[in-house]
Each structure stands twice: as C-alpha cells, then as structure tokens.
C-alpha cells in the first residue's frame, strides 16, 4: 500500500523559504504512470494546488505561486520535495503531499504538515 | 486559468436524507474532474473521478455526474460519517495542473 510522510520544519521566519520532503512508500516514484505534487490548506480554509512533478523532473506550478516555489525530486531516495521562498503569514498552512494519478486525481495523500510562518 | 465555484458553501441536512452539492467549471473541462471529502483534522479522500466514477472503497450512496462546466456529486442517504467538507477539483491532462473549487460543508440539520 502506497504511503506518503511530510517532513520538515514546522515553524519558518518570514522572508526565508519553507523546506519540505516527501517520502514515498511501498511503491516507486520512478513510475511512469503518476505525478506527485503539493497542496496547501491555511487554517480554516479550502485546498491551494502548489504544483506537480515527475519523476522525469518535469514541473507544473501554481500560476500565482510559481515566482516562489522549486519542486524538485529525488528517484535514489524515492522522494521528492518543496521549496517556497520569501514566506510570509499567508504562507501559513497544512502542505500536503500527495500521488496525482492522471485523469483520476489526487491519491493517496500524506498525513499533512503543519508549518506555521512567524518570527 | 479555470476556477471552480461550488455551492452552497454550507448545506445542512438531516441523516438520511438527499444531499445535493454542485460544481461549476468556469470553462470546459470534459469530464476531467473529482470530488473529495475532507473530515476535520484529517486530509482529503478521493471519493469520484472523472466526473461520475467512485474511487476504490467508496460506498454506492455517493455518486457523480455531470461534464463540461456543471457538475454534481450526490449523497443519497447522508451517514453519520457524511458530514464533512467536499471539494470539486478539475484536472488538466494535457498540462497538469489542479484547481480545486472553495468547498461545501455539509452539516447536520
């Protein structure tokens, strides 16, 4: 059964750049046939699609958040992961991560991760 | 760039009965689009994909249809376990990239 864990810091000051990882288990990453992306969820609010990757290193960003955010991903490790530079409050929010299955959708998802941004 | 609009933002409804959420794409998008259900604390379960399939596990009183820009996800005898918040999401296959619409939040009458 496929698994994903999020990791990283749960607290990032403001204007430095939040680091995630993704760690994909009981299935490969290389495989052909998925992306994996980044979804974000501030407090009390609705799901913000990040962006994607594949395991080519092929990525799909977020129009309004593409100045800001590097996926990146790592086939030795089976992992891929998150960069999100100049962080501020807004930034605040449960990241996901999760397998995009083409014309199906997003599934499984990671646990989610709390990062909260403040000094 | 498509946005999704749902609504309501909040339905209520008593256990047993119909609810009725609806999904509006702001330009077509086929039939590529799923619905998930999120319960608090927890992340996002896939229920439906492409419009008006049910995902492995999910049980038959969910049910989608709809293609183009206006979609609805039904649950025809809300469960306990029902009440939740669910969000539509549009996929592109050609670029992939994901937009989820706000939500609608279904809660005991």
């Known amino acids: 059964q496929l698994q994903l864990q999020e990791s990283g810091p749960g607290l990032v000051k403001p204007s430095e750049t939040l680091s995630l990882t993704c760690t994909v288990s009981g299935g490969s990453i290389s495989s052909s046939s998925y992306y994996w992306g980044w979804i974000r969820q501030p407090p009390g609010k609705g799901l913000e699609w990040i962006g994607s990757?594949?395991?080519?290193?092929?990525?799909y960003y977020n129009p309004s958040l593409k100045s800001r955010v590097t996926i990146s991903v790592d086939t030795s490790k089976n992992q891929f992961s998150l960069k999100l530079s100049s962080v501020t409050a807004a930034d605040t929010a449960v990241y996901y991560c999760?397998?995009?299955?083409?014309?199906?959708?997003?599934?499984?998802w990671g646990q989610g991760t709390l990062v909260t941004v403040s000094s | 760039e498509i946005v999704m609009t749902q609504s309501p933002a909040t339905l209520s409804v008593s256990p047993g009965e119909r609810a009725t959420l609806s999904c509006r794409a702001s330009q077509s998008v086929s039939s590529n689009l799923a619905w998930y259900q999120q319960k608090p604390g927890q992340a996002p379960r896939l229920l439906i994909y492409?419009?008006?399939t049910r995902a492995t596990g999910i049980p038959a009183r969910f049910s989608g249809s709809g293609s183009g820009t206006e979609f609805t996800l039904t649950i025809s005898s809300l469960q306990s376990e029902d009440f939740a918040v669910y969000y539509c999401?549009?996929?592109?296959?050609?670029?992939?990239?994901?937009?989820f619409g706000q939500g609608t939040k279904v809660e005991i009458k």
């Open positions: 999401q549009q996929y592109n296959n050609w670029h992939p990239t994901w937009t």
């Open positions: 492409g419009a008006s």
């Open positions: 999760a397998r995009l299955i083409a014309a199906v959708g997003l599934d499984p």
């Open positions: 990757i594949y395991y080519s290193g092929s990525t």
